[in-house]
């Protein structure tokens, strides 16, 4: 979970777990020096409309995205062709299909193998998003310069070109190295106004209905999909509190985009085992136990699974209320686990029982966020290597292993910033309040304690003593320690 909080101090947070908080002016002038490694045998798309959509302050953009809507016999409709006219006159209208094509910043042409750049990438593994500055893969000339999918600049790209069936089923597809040029710049908020206005810029007009078909589709209809709500903290006008925890608004074209992140690496995954070599991202499925966890917070904040699946019931409530936000953050649990296996390059075979994403309900790969990821780079090579039918460059099986060794351990080191990030601003939020009682719905209770929620502020924490386990009770705060990053609160209420 993301936050953004200015007022509050990260710093010793990078610091207490060793995060390369600069670059050496070594990278930095190698970044600035990098140039496109395969300039020849790109595909010319710059009169296609891309557009990007990130948080407004975003500079280090990923992914650029066009829509249009399409006919299995190949056949464009009027007002989409391929010249990037998008596909406004469509709007509102049922498409027989969608032709996406998704760019994505092409890192590897930019990162020569054994530089000092790509020593550096597997050092870090991936970005360190601290609320205040992030700790970057990459030099900022090139993850929010020269590899960035800005607007009015081209720039190299590798583009997964999909076609998706009415049913939001994937028809067919391919991945190409291309030279592309966004168009536009967009933010949640801003595409989220526009599509209530009905004024989607025409790239992405028919991403809404493309979205939806792609959640009703099989293997998406009953997958966990965490819609994580970020939280703000703003100084609070009450004299007893400093700041305040505010959940922001979840928009729905944040979730319609992330379908097409999903799209891609589902395509990746799928290319990938047909094949017999690749990176997958995997995920064991979620324990009884923990689907018995799961069940019981949902009764406690008020929600019934019923005859739903888990991603089901998800997918049906509101992630921007308090409830709805730590019944995700609960469900985070059943994501326990996640990892990545190498088959079929550096003699690794196939390990098709251990290769398959619960959350996802099929084989899925990590190949759309290269400047923020390690793997994607490698991962997308690979992707490039079986679309044109020839072998996996040596550099990439050379550094299968390493590479997946750096993402378990940034992974797991990204898990601790995080929840300490989360453990300090709720603690300083809190403070203010030690001794007071709150009501709590209790999520999980043992002889060891509990797990609670507060939903003003929205807070999960423990709690001393064994309540009731899906109860409502009052509880009291007894400890809020910004030095340790530590809330706690108690039962009976004082």
Known sequence: MKLFAAELDFRAIAREFVLPETFPEQLHSEAILATDRYPEGRRDLREVEFVTIDPPSSMDLDQAVHVESWQADGVVDSGAADSGAGAAGNAGSVAPGWRVRYAIADVGAFVEPDSALEQESIRRGQTMYLPDDPVRLHPAELSEGSASLLPDQDRPAVVWDINVDADGEIHDFTVYRATVRSRAKLNYEGVEADRLAGTLHPSIALLPELGEARQRSDLRRDAVNLRLPSISVEKSDDEQAEYQLVIEPRQLMNDYNAELSLLAGMCAGQMMVKSGKGILRTLPPASPKDIAKFDSAAKALGFERGNKSVGQLLASIDASTPQGMALMRDAQRL????????????????????????GIGGHYAHVTAPLRRLSDRFATEICLAIAEEREVPAWVAERADEVIEAMKRSTQLANQVDRACMGLTEAVVLQPWVGQNFSAAVMHSSDKGADIFVSEPPVIADCQGNPEEASQTAVTLITADPETRTVEFAWPAD
């Open 335 to 358: 994501l326990r686990g996640a990892s990545y296996v190498a088959f079929g390059i550096a003699g690794v075979e196939n390990e098709n029982e251990t290769s398959i994403h619960a």
